[in-house]
Structure formats: structure tokens, C-alpha cells
């Protein structure tokens, strides 16, 4: 009627539009299993995927974490704990350290008069830089030194060659130089003008060839152990005691700091870093008589070449060593002067020539010394025992005829009496006594073919044959019992430094005994060698050398008023145009003491001994035992400048008449 019906069946709704799901109905989807398991798959891996990239963040996180913590560690490492090296390292960028040459230890005669000392001086170097700057900077100051070209090339060798020490140009730079460069600073900013020890030679040339001179070490030195410390431009040792005792009187040297700028220019001192002061060398006390050396070289012949050897009896202990000529080791104080030093080794006096030490030369009659010590020590002769033939000028052996320097001859001698006049005739047949074997055997026991072992770190061992071999390696034919003929007289294949004879002659001063000459007061002799004569027996060949002065003697007129001069003369052959040499051995003392010194001189072609020798060791002997005992010095000394002088000799008239 009018409304809907209530309780009829319902009404049937119109079908919704395709492709629209009614309003409120549940769709029922029927799906494929193997469509489902698709997604449960897709879940798996996405898991799989997030655990892996977790574990690989959690090792990023761990890499970061360790890297960061090495990194915190170097830098604590670098920042902290190598702080004070970091800081050294700029202080070295900064600061250059130099060397400080240690002042070389004084030399001191034996009564403490300066031999070798120190004065102040001036060095001047180039701080290490580019070699084309150097060599600029060497060029440059050629202006205000004097550098040979020779010492210029030298240098500038050393500049290519590079090195981290400063470049010595000079060690002894003159004051006006140095003050020139100094007001020129800015013109040379790397260059370093030091104070600097210089070494000085108060004693001049009488001290050349015995004290020696220092000079620049050289590449070669450097390489040596003993210089293992050592720097290029180093003052060391040349020759002589400088050289010998180089060890004690080097010292260390210290180190002082400069401050340099960024290029490397010195701009000053530095006290912040302490450096290490040079330490002295020792002093070194000599033997030596520095007085009685200045009264041989005034007294010594003008003009003439040779050597005077002086040895203390009682320690032998060297207390001259004169050679003439000589030079002025100041010269080479600093960098040796090339054209000096051509100009001393061309000059044909050789003044660099040691003739007390290196110079050998035939003995001559002093000789004779020698043979009568050896007969003596064999028991071959008795000191007052005749030889069976007495002299008449000459001897005869085979057929050779061997003269004595006396044509007129001697006559029948003991042997102080041909001691006394050196007659050649009887040490012919004393010579032939021993046989040439046996005085072969026992010179060479006493070193006549050796050195004497003196602290010096040159010296020429003496020419002596140590066999019969001798002849046939030296001359090519075998030696003949005629042979020692010439040995027997200081002749033949026989030649001694004036250094050896004077060592013999300190056996025959002593007991026998010939320790090696000392320099050094603290130096322990070597062992020397002892004759096998007794007593009585040394004093018959002293008596011979003590008639040599008497009258009669070759030496009477060079005897002495106050003291007892006992002596040999020589006049030795050379085989050369000019005169002969001029030897004189002698031992001096007190009368009625025992000997205080031994005294040998050797002029080069002098002509005689008697004459030239004998008179320089008397006047020697006499100054130095004047000294010793309280005496007044005397230029009057000999009996023939008495005679000249015109002063009473009655002291030689009373030992004529004893």
C-alpha cells in the first residue's frame, strides 16, 4: 500500500558496475603456493643483505677506531715524547758547531828555557756552501791574504771535493788582513775569522832540526789511527820532537756553537748550548842546554856545514843536538808557504839536512877508538904492549903498502901512545891482530851498524858491513883479510852518524856501558850495549885520548886551563876534491873526577881536526862545565887563544913538565 512491506521477502539488489566491488562483500582470493613463497624468499635475502652490511659497518668502525688510535699515537709520539729531539733538530737547523783547536803543549829546555810555545794568531775560513759560492769567496779574497796559487788550487780542490766542515783558507792570517775583512763583513757573510793558537819558536834555527815544526795535516794523515779525531786544517807534528811526541802535545780539541741565519750565515755567537772547551797538550821537558846550543853556534866556523853532538855522561841524556845549517821553523808555524819549502829543499846546503842524526861519513882516526876497545875486549892486545913492527911511515901487507898520516913515522908505540898519535901503522897490526870475522862480530854487537834508538822519529842507522857477504852484494867480489886494514883506521865500507860515535864514546866515558840517547827527560832509554873491557882497561884507552892534549898531541893547543878535555882527533878522507873532514871526539870533566860530558863534532870539509874540530868541542866542553860549577865564562878557553891573546900559560908549562 503506501510503504515498504515488512516481512516480505528481499528485495533483490542491482548488480554493481563491472570492474566495482559491491559495498561490504569480502573478496575471497584463492592463490598458487608458489606464488606465496615468493615473498618469504624476498624477506630472506633483504635479512641477509642488512646482517652483511652490519658486520662490514662494524669493521669500518673498528678500522676508523684503529687508524684513528695509530694516528693519536704518532702524534702523542711526535708531539711528546720526541719533543727535545725535535727541538735539537731545530736548534741544529740554527746552530753550526766549530772546532776549537787545542793551544799544543810548551817545549822546555833542561832548565826550563821556552823552545816551543803558543801565541795568539788568527784563522780564517769558509762556512760550507754552494762550491760556485766558495770558490767565488776564495777568489774574492786574494785581495786582503796572500794565497800562493799552489795553496789556491789546493783549497779549491777541497771545495769540490765538499765536506761538512768550514774550509780553512789560512791559520795564521796578519792582523792587518784580518781587520781589513772584518770591515768588509758584509761583502763576505760566510766567511769565519777565528782566534787561533800559533805556534812559536823562540830559539829560532838553533832549534830547527832537534825541535822540529808543525804544519797542516794532509789526506793521507787523515786516515791514519793515530788521527782517527782529526779534521782537515788541523796543525800537527812535522818533524823533530814536534813529531815525535805529537800524542802528548796535540791536546783535544773543544766545540763552541754559532748561530746561523736561514741561507747559513753566521750572524753570532751562541750560549744556549754549552760546548766543550779544548783541553791542553802536555808540556814536554827536554834534556837539551838551550845556552850551551847558542855557544856552539856562535863558536861553530862562519860559513861552514856540519853537526855537534852533546850527551850528559852520568843519564845520557842529549844536551845538544847542533846541525849547520839550519833554517827558522816559524816560517812554518801556519800553512806552509810552497815557494818556501821548494826554496829550501833546492838550496844546495840542504838546511833542512839533520847532519847530527841523518848525515853518515867515514870515522876516520876517532876510529881508532873503537879498535882499541874491540882488541881489548878480545884479550888480543895489552895496553902497554908494542906492536912487532914499529913505524916508519908506512906498513906492508902482501903486496899492498898502507901508509900512515907521518911519513916520518912513530917508532915503536904502546897503545895510549898511538892514541896519542894516531899512528895509522899500529892499528894496521892491531887491526890484523883481531881479524877482519871478529871485528865484524863485535862491531856489530856494539850497533855500528844500527841505530842509536834516540826519541826522534828520524834517524839513520850507520853503514857497517854485517858480513863478508857485504862485499860481494855491495862490490862483487869477496872480502880479503886485507880488508880490515881500512876498518882498523875508520876507512872502507865503514860510516857512523856523529850521533853513533858519540854513543861509543859514552861507553869508553862510563863503565862500558852505551845506553841510548834521550831527548825527553821523561823518556826511559833503550837498551843499549856494554863493552866486556875491565876497568883498568878503559882507563889505559882514556889515557891515550888524554895525551892527545898534551904536548906531543894533535890537540895539545885546544887543551883547557880548569878542566880535564880528553880527545881524538880526525881528519877523514871523502874521495871528493874539496878538504878533508874535520873530526873531534871528546869526554871532559874535572881534574881527578870522573867525566861529565861527551862531546863529537864533525865539520864538512873543515880540513883538519886538529885545527877546526878540536878547538868548537873544547871551547863546548869548557863553556858547559863552567856553567855547571859555578865558574865565570870566558871567551879565552884554548891554549893557542892564550897564546894569542898573549895570557900566561904557565898551567900548560906544568902539566908539559909532568
Known sequence: MGGDRVGGPPRPRPAPPRGVRPHGSVRRVVRDPAQAAVPARREGLMSRRR????????????????????????????????ATDWLLQSERNRLRPLTVPAPRGIIRDRDGRVLADNIPGYSVSIVPDQPDSMLSTLRRLREHLDIPAGRL?????????GGPRPLLVTGDAPFDAVAALEERRSGFPRLLIEPRPKRRYPAGQLGAHVIGYVGEINEAELGRPEFEDAEPGWIVGRSG?????????????????????????????????????????QDVDLNLDLELMEWIHQVFPDGMNGAVVALDVE????????????????????????????????????????????????????????????????????????????????????????????AEGHGFLDLPGAIQHSCNVYFYQLGLRIGLDRMLG??????????????????????????????????????????????AIGQGPNDQTPLKMAQFLLAIARDGSAPAPTLSREAVPAEGWRLDIRPEHLEEIREGMRRVMQPGGTAHLSSLEHFDLLGKTGTVEHGGEEPEHAWFTGVAGPFGGPPEIVLVAMVEFGGSGSAVAAPLVAKAADFYL???????????????????????????????LR
Not at 773543544?254 to 772547551?277: C, H, K, M, P, W
Not at 826519541?455 to 867480489?477: C, I, M, N, T
Open 51 to 82: 646482517y652483511r652490511h652490519s658486520v662490514l659497518a662494524n669493521r669500518a668502525r673498528i678500522a676508523v677506531v684503529i687508524l684513528l688510535g695509530i694516528l693519536a699515537g704518532v702524534l702523542f709520539r711526535a708531539q711528546v715524547l720526541r
Open 153 to 161: 788550487e789546493a783549497l779549491s780542490q777541497q771545495v769540490r771535493a
Open 241 to 281: 820532537v814536534e813529531s815525535q811526541y805529537e800524542s802528548l802535545l796535540r791536546g783535544s780539541a773543544g766545540t763552541r756553537y754559532v748561530e746561523v741565519d736561514a741561507a747559513g750565515r753566521i750572524v753570532g755567537s751562541f750560549g744556549g748550548v754549552q760546548g766543550v772547551a779544548a783541553d791542553p797538550g
Open 315 to 406: 843519564s845520557g841524556g842529549v844536551l845538544a843536538l847542533y846541525s849547520a845549517p839550519a833554517y827558522d821553523p816559524n816560517v812554518f808555524a801556519g800553512v806552509v808557504d810552497a815557494e818556501e819549502w821548494r826554496r829550501l829543499v833546492a838550496n844546495p846546503e840542504s838546511p833542512l839536512y839533520h847532519r847530527a842524526v841523518m848525515g853518515t861519513y867515514a870515522p876516520g882516526s876517532p876510529w881508532k877508538l873503537v879498535t882499541a876497545a874491540i882488541a881489548l875486549d878480545l884479550g888480543v892486545v895489552t895496553p902497554d904492549e908494542h906492536m912487532p913492527v914499529p913505524c916508519r911511515g908506512a906498513y906492508v901487507y902482501g903486496n899492498r903498502v898502507a901508509r900512515c898520516w907521518d
Open 442 to 487: 863485535v862491531g856489530n854487537r856494539m850497533g855500528f851498524g844500527n841505530q842509536c834508538g834516540i826519541d826522534l822519529p828520524q834517524e839513520a842507522g850507520g853503514v857497517f858491513p854485517e858480513s863478508l857477504e857485504f862485499w860481494e852484494r855491495r862490490f862483487g867480489y869477496r872480502a880479503q883479510e886485507g880488508e880490515v886494514l881500512s876498518l
Open 626 to 656: 863552567r856553567g855547571r860549577h859555578g865558574m865565570p865564562r870566558d871567551t879565552i878557553q884554548t891554549l893557542r887563544e892564550y897564546l894569542v891573546a898573549g895570557r900566561n900559560t904557565a898551567w900548560a908549562n906544568a902539566r908539559e
